[in-house]
């Protein structure tokens, strides 16, 4: 028999849909200073409802950038403390042509949401908001558990105000673990806890060489072009196989255990079906020797974002730019840290810097590689919570991607994170018609229900 409280979701579907896509129509863009008063919105938006469903203390917490939302309910005594996280700031929606329907008008497909921000992660940050009001109301405006909730608005730039307010206010945040909706499941259908993250860090090449723009023809093979020299140091970090060739880069990787490795192996994974229908590429590419799930998950990667600079307009301007910029990432596993990688790297693309060129490389942010024990109390109750409401066991996953204040919450708070998402692989996370399957949107809020009235018992 469902719980008063997923009997309510239940009823109220058809209304949280609809404020999901209120929700989902504020372009909450958090990279474009012209967007700043509709992250700003965003924010006072999420508080107004935070307090309409009953959290205490709501407050918009003014950062030297997008503000932070902060509630809390702690009237629970003796029970454990949640808190809950999500970020409510988007990426761009560009390539705008190539959304099927507008990214900031949410339409429903074929059982999916297409809005930009559905999945990642104002609808998975949304299941938590959802799951609180439903219990609110099944338990006489009480809470099985105490509850704190922080949204962030910068989750998409690097997260630095509230890895900052997460340093300096630890006691705003005392709880007993956290709950972050920012992950997948593994594969439609099964429920899926993510107990690993990579780190990673985010920097700028800036490669100069004269002092203006030049044209090609009167000094073409005697003036620079910080293009070719980025194109040349580029060539250089990664061989034809995969490997990163900045020295010492791999010295500190820690290697999953073979217990994990073993699990890997028995997950449901079609590597043809995700060559095909995820990455959509001829063939799958990286280090040799280690499987598609151990490379997105358990090794350190490199990679190039973008080259801005010089001239990209329609026709030809035959000019050598004075500077361009590449934009570069490294994924970082267990037992890397960023500081030192980054060191190793900077230090290495300088060696390679060529003649007439002058070179500037910047991080512009950092994060940590985490991996969570799966035998605390918490991933346990999740994994019984689960099983309530998706009939089937859990599996436990890394994640490629990252996400910071995971780290923070271990590092500063020291609790685990229950990474517990509802997104798929293919939802076109940070691309054209991103998408949440709504019956995990459903799902996702009666998991929460489950998993928080498995921790009041």
């Not at 702690?74 to 809950?84: D, E, V, W």
């Not at 920012?182 to 259908?189: G, I, K, Q, S, V």
Request: aromatic letters at 8%; proline letters at 7%; hydrophobic letters at 40%.
């Amino acid at each position: 028999m469902p719980s008063a409280a997923v009997d309510y979701a239940r009823q109220n579907y058809p209304r949280f849909l609809s404020e999901l896509k209120t929700f989902l129509r504020i372009p909450s863009v958090s990279t474009l200073p012209e967007h700043k008063s509709d992250v700003a919105a965003a924010a006072a938006w999420l508080a107004e409802e935070m307090k309409r469903i009953g959290l205490e203390h709501v407050e918009v917490i003014r950062t030297e950038g997008h503000p932070l939302v902060y509630g809390d309910w702690l009237h629970a005594t003796s029970k454990p403390t949640a808190l809950c996280y999500g970020h409510y700031d988007v990426q761009p929606p560009d390539p705008l042509d190539e959304w099927k329907s507008p990214p900031f008008e949410p339409t429903e497909r074929n059982g999916n949401l297409y809005a930009r921000g559905a999945v990642d992660d104002k609808g998975q940050m949304y299941i938590h908001i959802k799951a609180l009001e439903s219990l609110f109301k099944a338990h006489s405006g009480k809470l099985p558990i105490n509850v704190r909730v922080i949204l962030e608005g910068e989750e998409e730039v690097g997260g630095e105000q509230i890895a900052r307010f997460v340093r300096e206010h630890p006691e705003r945040l005392k709880a007993d673990f956290a709950l972050v909706s920012d992950t997948e499941l593994f594969a439609p259908e099964l429920p899926t806890l993510c107990v690993g993250l990579r780190g990673m860090i985010y920097t700028e090449i800036e490669a100069r060489g004269a002092m203006v723009d030049l044209h090609s023809g009167m000094y073409g093979g005697a003036a620079p072009n910080p293009f070719i020299a980025l194109a040349q140091i580029i060539t250089q970090l990664k061989d034809s196989s995969g490997r990163i060739l900045i020295p010492g880069f791999y010295d500190d990787v820690e290697a999953p255990s073979a217990d994990e490795l073993k699990a890997w192996k028995q997950l449901p994974f079609d590597e043809e079906h995700y060559r095909k229908t995820e990455v959509g590429s001829p063939v799958l590419t990286g280090e040799p020797g280690y499987s598609v799930l151990e490379r997105t998950w358990a090794r350190p990667t490199l990679d190039v974002h973008g080259m801005p600079g010089g001239f990209i307009g329609a026709g030809a301007k035959t000019v050598i730019p004075a500077k361009a910029v590449a934009k570069v990432s490294m994924r970082l596993v267990p037992n890397m840290m960023p500081e030192k990688t980054f060191a190793q790297y900077k230090s290495y693309v300088q060696s390679l810097t060529p003649a007439g060129i002058t070179l500037d490389v910047r991080l512009i942010h950092s994060g940590e590689a985490i991996v969570i024990g799966t035998d605390n109390p918490y991933i346990e109750a999740a994994t019984r919570a689960l099983r309530q409401v998706w009939n089937k066991d859990t599996v436990f996953i890394r994640g490629g991607g990252s996400i910071p204040i995971v780290g923070d919450f271990e590092r500063h708070l020291k609790i685990p994170s229950v990474m517990m998402g509802f997104g798929l692989p293919d939802d076109n996370l940070h691309a054209p018609n991103e998408k949440f399957h709504l019956a995990n949107f459903y799902r996702g809020i009666e998991s929460v229900i489950a998993f928080f009235e498995e921790l009041g018992r």
